[in-house]
Nanobody, 115 residues
């Protein structure tokens, strides 16, 4: 599966942004999906994940209550709605598709939060 992220950019502290991940090349609904991020000088970390049918989600503690992950299997799309953004949310955000032990990654989209 090929993954392409979009929607990143510069946003003010406290603002909102929605990231999108477009998938192609395989059966999207087969994959567990997730958003990861990597800040400068830090390791890549899981932000949020969603099951194949979208019935269950989980979030990293720093984003709980602020971010919402969703997917539309009919459109082969995944989204991350980010609200109340903080400076520490600045990172490159990556789309991930996982099936068994196989992981696919997008190239990432940069989110910069600045006051």
């Amino acid at each position: 599966v090929q993954l392409v992220e979009s929607g990143g950019g510069l946003v003010q502290t406290g603002g909102s942004l929605t990231l999108s991940c477009a998938a192609s090349g395989s059966i999207f609904s087969t994959y567990y999906m997730g958003w990861y991020r990597q800040a400068p000088g830090k390791q890549r970390e899981l932000v949020a994940a969603i099951t194949r049918g979208g019935e269950s989600t989980n979030y990293a503690d720093p984003v709980k209550g602020r971010f919402t992950i969703s997917r539309d299997n009919a459109k082969n799309m995944m989204y991350l709605q980010m609200n109340s953004l903080k400076d520490e949310d600045t990172a490159v955000y990556y789309c991930n598709a996982r099936w068994l032990a196989i992981n696919h990654w997008g190239k990432g989209t940069l989110v910069t939060v600045s006051s």
